[in-house]
């Protein structure tokens, strides 16, 4: 297995070894992988891992809170307008995952992630809440709520990405791929499903059932 290419930014011997486990963590998943593999692929010693991190899950962590940071800088770059390429805390998360798609999808299926996870619902949360400002409108949900039902929405691609591709008819994590996804995502989100008048008679039918 070849070795992984650290983060330009980050180009220490515990960063390879990060990079490396996030690699394999992947590819085989938390509990196939192993210490000795991505020593193996971060070019270091089993000793050098242990001192960086001391136990596999202690690696783990380590990836988890990595991502999550890498996802809340390019977030606070979105929001200055600073990253082209952004437009909210989703894009942030779609540029950072792009390098991480294997090992983001593993993670999520086996319960893992949480950091990146509740990373983005804090991130949204804030972004909801100032969107609300400019609203004429009472949103029927908290910004935290709709924050966690975006990013699981938005997260779902990550897992289901090749029943995605088969129904679009390319690789969506390929670049072909990722502007079919995000030019329909634009469209999507521009255009609401419900109007302002059907989605009041829609709550009002919800709040008829709630009452006793």
């Known amino acids: 297995m070849s070795h992984v290419s650290p983060d330009a930014d980050d180009l220490t011997a515990k960063a390879r070894i990060r990079d490396a486990a996030m690699q394999h963590f992947g590819e085989h998943g938390f509990e196939r992988a192993t210490i000795r593999g991505i020593a193996e692929t971060a070019g270091v010693s089993l000793g050098l891992v242990r001192h960086h991190f001391g136990s596999k899950q202690a690696l783990r962590e380590a990836c988890d809170a990595h991502l999550a940071q890498v996802i809340h800088r390019l977030s606070d770059q979105v929001h200055t307008g600073a990253e082209p390429e952004g437009g909210s805390y989703v894009a942030a998360a779609r540029i950072a995952g792009a390098h991480y798609q294997a090992y983001l999808a593993r993670a999520l299926v086996e319960g893992g992630a949480a950091p990146v996870f509740?990373?983005?619902?804090?991130?949204?949360?804030?972004?909801?809440a100032d969107l609300d400002q400019a609203r004429?409108?009472?949103?029927?949900?908290?910004?935290?709520?709709?924050?966690a039902v975006h990013t699981a929405m938005a997260l779902s691609l990550t897992i289901l990405h090749e029943h995605v591709s088969r129904a679009i008819g390319?690789?969506?994590?390929?670049p072909e791929g990722d502007s079919v996804v995000t030019r329909a995502l634009i469209d999507l989100y521009s255009r609401p499903l419900l109007g302002k008048d059907d989605a009041k008679k829609a709550l009002d039918a919800i709040e008829r059932h709630e009452k006793p």
């Open 118 to 128: 509740d990373e983005m619902v804090e991130l949204g949360t804030q972004w909801h």
């Open 170 to 174: 390319v690789d969506a994590l390929s």
């Open 136 to 147: 004429t409108d009472q949103p029927s949900a908290s910004p935290r709520v709709r924050a």
